[in-house]
């Protein structure tokens, strides 16, 4: 486990992981601010909590369909710096309105897109960042750290948060939030050294093939294509049932915000001991025996939040199973984001995580909207028992064998 913090990977991937710290802390102290904001300060009820987390991701994930190709032939961290910029301007217009009392649901709404399409450019740009700055070998190693930040984050975000929320007001978050995107900003272009202009071997202009390369790529895949819809789906499920579990704690079941932090904070502690755990599993068992126990584990653990009363006893729910889930997620989620990108061509990253993100957030969004609509019907419990039913069943998708090194090979001598 000490693998973590023994190796240097060099001060370029220092400052690239600090910015990724600062900015990812900052998110999670505004865990759920949008929700939040409309829930407390607009009055939302589920379905338009749910229309508006919906709304977002699908509008932002229409507009980051030709980024993929645009950052692929750019400078990334440029690009990275710029899409910092952009999600600080967007988020800090909502305590700015606030503020002056314009506040309203349709400026939620287009600020979550702004933000949605500017995440996932920067995503994409990032993983192609962090290949180029670092050896294939220190892959893992690098993942790990970044999920170790997350889960960090993750457990001191959320109550951090309540609490700012509960002392300073509602849109306090937001602030915060934009605020880590400014700094991430200053962290990228502290990186420094000189970046290579991608070239590209055909007209410069952006052509209509290169806005569905990424997913070409992974549909071709023999092993990204199944992991592909396994985590798609995984995360819609996860997420759809989000601002429900939103609705449901902090109106009917009278949770204060601080609670709710509480409850999704305290459990990543689980998310630290897996991203620790990945790089000797792996080390053990292998990468795809590795992702595919892991991928699986983390199905069982959501059906359990159906359950959720009122009181210390629903606390102790949410803690628990959200402990299994992000223990699992947390040895899964950098196997995969180092297999991802040991798999992909270097001329093809930003595209294919480009086109991984619009499709996440796409179903996302899809699967949000029409769980918010099952919400009004069944009612939110109801709707996150469905929800963790069907994801019994995503292990169905996991790869049941490697066969990754021989369709690179091929892939390899068909561009030869």
């Avoid at 932002?60 to 600080?88: Q, S, T, Y």
């Avoid at 800090?92 to 287009?110: D, K, R």
């Amino acid at each position: 486990m000490g693998i973590l913090a023994r190796r240097s990977l060099g001060r370029p991937f220092g400052w690239l992981w600090a910015s990724y710290a600062v900015s990812t802390v900052g998110s999670w102290v505004a865990f759920d601010a949008f929700p939040l904001i409309a829930i407390l300060v607009l009055h939302a009820g589920p379905t338009e909590v749910s229309l508006l987390a919906a709304s977002g991701l699908a509008a932002g994930a229409v507009l980051a369909v030709p980024l993929g190709p645009w950052v692929e032939f750019r400078r990334k961290r440029p690009v990275m710096i710029a899409m910092d910029l952009v999600r600080f301007a967007a988020v800090m217009s909502v305590p700015a309105a606030f503020a002056l009392g314009w506040l309203g649901f349709t400026q939620l709404v287009a600020v979550s897109l702004i933000v949605a399409a500017a995440d996932i450019a920067f995503k994409a740009a990032s993983g192609a960042c962090l290949k180029a700055l670092i050896g294939p070998e220190d892959l893992l190693v690098a993942n790990a750290r970044f999920e170790a930040t997350t889960w960090t984050a993750i457990a001191l975000g959320p109550p951090l948060g309540g609490a700012a929320i509960g002392l300073f007001g509602p849109v306090t978050t937001a602030i915060a939030d934009a605020i880590s995107y400014l700094l991430s900003a200053v962290g990228i272009g502290a990186i420094g050294g000189n970046e290579s202009q991608p070239v590209r071997s055909d007209a410069a202009r952006l052509r209509a093939a290169d806005l569905f390369e990424g997913w070409r790529y992974i549909l071709m895949h023999p092993v990204l294509r199944p992991l592909f819809f396994n985590t798609i789906l995984v995360n819609g499920l996860i997420m759809a049932t989000a601002p429900l579990l939103a609705v449901l704690m902090l109106g009917r079941l009278g949770f204060a915000p601080w609670q709710y932090g509480l409850a999704f904070g305290a459990p990543c502690v689980g998310g630290l001991i897996g991203s620790r755990l990945a790089h000797p599993l792996v080390a053990r068992f292998g990468q795809h025996k590795v992702m595919l126990a892991a991928g699986a584990l983390r199905a069982c653990w959501s059906l359990g939040l159906a359950f959720i009363g009122p009181g210390s006893a629903g606390i102790v729910l949410v803690i628990t199973v959200q402990l299994g889930l992000v223990t699992c997620a947390g040895v899964f989620n950098p196997v995969l984001a180092t297999y991802r990108l040991d798999q992909t061509e270097a001329d093809r990253v930003a595209r294919t995580l480009s086109a991984w993100s619009v499709t996440s957030k796409a179903t996302i969004a899809a699967f949000t909207a029409l769980w918010g609509v099952l919400a009004s019907m069944t009612g939110p419990g109801a709707a996150i028992a469905i929800a963790g039913v069907l994801m019994l069943a995503t292990p169905l998708l996991l790869p049941r064998s490697d066969r990754a090194p021989r369709h690179k090979r091929e892939l390899a001598q068909t561009r030869a």
